[in-house]
């Protein structure tokens, strides 16, 4: 007969433990101490000892023990096993989907980018990323280098890829180079130097140029055309590279862009520079004690784009 353990109005602080609930369900399935424990690979004494905690944990006992006859759950049992179930049916879940994700099989990875750069070898790199990893989840995020550089530092991104990084200087985040890109002048296709393979700076130079403001971020200015903008005619918008092409296409000057933001846009063709100051490196960006198994692998797909086999 089932014995009431139960203590009026003392309060229960103590939980089972996951072994004991695995116990629990081996007893339950054989119907048998001894069985239960083979199964287990423990002694029999070893599975009376984790049914007993477990009674005086509930305050009541699991089983109706009759001699010569298969153990029979009491209604504490019966009201504990769907639940017991669960549980480590939830801890088996997890457990396979972290293993999963240490082996970059799953889980989540923000990325974040600057405008225009979701193509050429990064657009590359994450194709491979996600023909090798399909369970998992790549959330993009576009924006200036500062306010992904906050989000990378706040913990929000788990990697930054862009070209133009604000200062580093005393913060905890690690960049490495990844890929110089080389720098095109587009042109209209009715212009006389359209008809050239590549074109110098001095040429460059005659030429009226669109760019984007030097107040922002991504910037040519900035990030390369600072030492000789100075020998330029540039005159500067507030736009996307998007609308500095149609500005070419509609015959109004010329724009130099990268080669990743390449778009296809009638009257206008891409020219590469020639000379010094031709080419934007692009780089990566990681918290510096981010042990993230999934950056590694986007990281690793991105070097073997370019041709690399360094390591994070």
């Not at 083979?38 to 905690?53: E, K, N, V, W």
């Not at 990064?122 to 369970?135: E, Q, T, V």
Request: charged fraction near 25%; include cysteine.
């Amino acid at each position: 007969m089932a014995c009431d353990r139960s203590r009026p109005g003392a309060a229960r602080t103590a939980r089972p433990e996951f072994h004991q609930l695995e116990v629990f369900l081996k007893v339950v399935e054989t119907k048998s101490f001894t069985a239960a424990g083979h199964m287990l690979g423990r002694t029999q004494p070893a599975i009376s000892q984790a049914i007993a905690r477990l009674e005086d944990i509930y305050g009541a006992d699991l089983f109706e023990r009759s001699r010569g006859a298969p153990l029979a759950l009491t209604p504490v049992a019966e009201a504990i096993l769907p639940t017991a179930r669960q549980i480590l049916d939830i801890a088996d879940q997890q457990m396979r989907r972290a293993a999963a994700t240490a082996q970059s099989r799953s889980g989540t990875l923000a990325l974040g980018i600057f405008e225009g750069l979701a193509s050429g070898p990064l657009r590359n790199g994450l194709a491979a990323f996600i023909a090798a990893s399909p369970d998992v989840r790549l959330r993009l995020v576009e924006g200036r280098p500062s306010e992904l550089l906050d989000r990378l530092t706040d913990r929000r991104l788990d990697l930054l890829i862009t070209a133009f990084p604000p200062g580093l200087a005393g913060t905890v985040v690690v960049q490495e180079d990844l890929w110089a890109e080389p720098m095109l002048l587009v042109l209209p296709t009715a212009h006389p130097l359209a008809c050239r393979s590549e074109l110098s700076w001095e040429e460059i130079a005659t030429l009226r140029l669109h760019l984007r403001s030097r107040e922002s971020e991504t910037s040519l200015y900035g990030g390369l055309l600072g030492p000789i903008a100075s020998a330029l005619e540039c005159e500067e918008h507030e736009v996307s590279k998007e609308t500095l092409i149609d500005i070419v296409s509609i015959g109004m000057g010329a724009t130099i862009i990268t080669k990743s933001a390449c778009v296809e846009r009638g009257g206008v063709v891409y020219r590469p520079i020639s000379g010094d100051h031709d080419s934007i490196t692009f780089r990566a960006l990681w918290p510096r004690s981010d042990r993230n198994p999934l950056r590694h692998r986007l990281l690793s797909c991105l070097r073997k784009q370019m041709g690399g086999a360094r390591q994070a």
